[in-house]
């Protein structure tokens, strides 16, 4: 069965730092991975995806990820974080003709000044 | 402008009884889907719909319901046989095959 490990539950970065949050899958096949990122109280925004080809995935507000077939991996990067993004960020992995979401149980992002 | 509109924000429930939450959406998608958000676990699907009048259940659907009368709603109940309702609820739609878009939740309270 597929699963989705997001190791960090917790994560603070001071703002301008690099960040980056883990994202580990288990799946029999090459997958599709999603970034979702969630403000408190709030829905679930699309951050980028991955389907194949290029292995270094560029999405909204500066994110990228980077997917490692090897390590099986698919761990969020932004080069400078600022305080609005603090939020919670969901790595998923789609199955089943996309009927099917996968979601890891997030990791928390704090922000400090 | 279109997306997925979730009523009414927060919710109260009584004990025993029936509470419906509501999914709209306007994007023409075809496929709409109900999760359930606890703290620290992440994403949870309860019922998803592929097309109108029908419906399917997810991983966690005992004590819930639904119904697809329209390809625009898909309205969720969670009945008096879920024993612990608390919780926050997603809505999405998707057009088949393609990334979910979510709406902006309802949170479910037990008085």
């Known amino acids: 069965a597929q699963s989705v490990t997001q190791p960090d539950i917790h994560i603070t970065v001071s703002e301008g730092a690099s960040l980056e949050l883990r994202c580990n899958y288990s799946?029999?096949?090459?997958?599709?991975l999603f970034w979702y990122v969630q403000s408190p109280g709030q829905g679930l925004q699309l951050l980028l995806k991955?389907?194949?080809?290029?292995?270094l995935v560029q999405g909204i507000k500066g994110f990228e990820a980077e997917f490692k077939r090897s390590q099986s991996s698919f761990n969020l990067r932004k080069p400078s974080v600022h305080w609005s993004d603090a939020a919670e960020y969901f790595c998923?992995?789609?199955?089943?003709?996309?009927?099917?979401?996968?979601f890891g149980t997030g990791t928390k992002l704090q922000v400090i000044p | 402008d279109g997306g997925i509109t979730q009523s009414p924000k927060y919710l109260f429930r009584k004990e025993g009884q029936n509470v419906t939450l509501s999914c709209e959406q306007n994007?023409?998608?075809?496929?709409m889907y109900w999760y359930r958000q606890d703290p620290g676990q992440g994403l949870r699907l309860i019922y998803y719909?592929?097309?109108?009048?029908?419906?399917q259940k997810g991983d966690i659907a005992e004590g819930y319901s639904v119904s697809r009368e329209k390809k625009e709603s898909f309205p969720l109940t969670v009945t008096s046989a879920q024993k612990n309702p608390t919780a926050f609820y997603l809505c999405?739609?998707?057009?088949?095959?393609?990334?979910?878009?979510f709406g902006p939740g309802t949170r479910l309270l037990v008085l």
């Open positions: 999405a739609s998707s057009i088949q095959g393609e990334t979910q878009y």
């Open positions: 799946y029999g096949a090459t997958p599709y």
């Open positions: 991955y389907f194949s080809g290029d292995t």
């Open positions: 998923a992995l789609p199955s089943g003709g996309y009927q099917k979401v996968t």
């Open positions: 994007l023409n998608h075809d496929a």
């Open positions: 719909s592929q097309i109108v009048n029908d419906f």
